[in-house]
């Protein structure tokens, strides 16, 4: 299934319940839940007390994107706190693989995620055991920054690398995205994009998701 899954990130927080519902009737299946400590990267967001509270408004899938030192610290917060997958960032972790043994005994998917300057090969070795490859379009920390098509290379190679060993597990791509690049991603073979402004940022996400799974459901065949 190829998905969309808004990023909170550019939402208004004073009427979370009401923004994820709009996606979700625009279309979406996920929505994006992006943590930030002030550590891995330069700013902060929420914590796991947010993804509780909005857990009992929404059946949309909780796609959590760690931008945390030390994931292995917090990921059980994340899982009980009601989170369906967990991406934890490649250049986080000192046991990469050790990470995703305990995100899956958790019972939740298990993502890793690359920053636009760490080379593809970095994930090589966890492949096998991974839901999804998240690669990222801009550098992590903050909405609303300019999409870097240059990250768009890695793509190919995860798509070929795939099929060659028969793996399952799904590329996203986060950072920059709009209704103006999507097809560019989409023509690569991505099956998950995540957008935050070019969706809450326009006033109306209900009709952004739409126009956005509009485009993602015609790459559903093929
Ligand atoms: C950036 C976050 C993204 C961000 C996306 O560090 O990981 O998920 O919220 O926002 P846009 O789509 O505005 O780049
Ligand atoms: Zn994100």
Not at 119 to 144: C, H, I, Q, R
């Amino acid at each position: 299934m190829k998905t969309l899954s808004p990023s909170i990130l550019s939402a208004d927080f004073s009427k979370l319940a009401e923004e994820i519902d709009a996606v979700k009737s625009g279309g979406a299946q996920y929505i994006h839940l992006d943590i930030m400590d002030g550590r891995f990267v330069q700013n902060i967001t929420f914590g796991a007390p947010i993804l509780k509270s909005i857990r009992p408004v929404t059946d949309l899938v909780f796609d959590v994107h760690l931008m945390i030192e030390e994931p292995e610290k917090y990921i059980s917060d994340f899982a009980n706190a009601g989170a369906d997958i967990l991406n934890v960032h490649f250049e986080a972790c000192t046991d990469l693989s050790g990470v995703i043994d305990k995100i899956h005994s958790l019972g939740c998917k298990a993502g890793v995620t690359i920053r636009p300057d760490t080379p593809v090969e970095a994930v090589g070795s966890v492949l096998n055991k991974l839901d999804m490859v998240l690669v990222m379009t801009v550098y992590p920390g903050f909405s609303g920054q300019k999409f870097m098509p240059e990250a768009l290379k890695k793509i190919p190679i995860l798509v070929k690398v795939r099929k060659e060993r028969k793996l399952n597990f799904d590329i996203q791509v986060d950072g920059g995205i709009s209704l103006k690049n999507i097809r560019q991603v989409m023509d690569l073979g991505v099956d998950s994009v995540v957008a935050g402004s070019a969706i809450f940022g326009t006033g109306d996400p209900k009709a952004a998701a739409s126009e956005f799974m509009s485009i993602i459901r015609e790459y559903e065949t093929n």
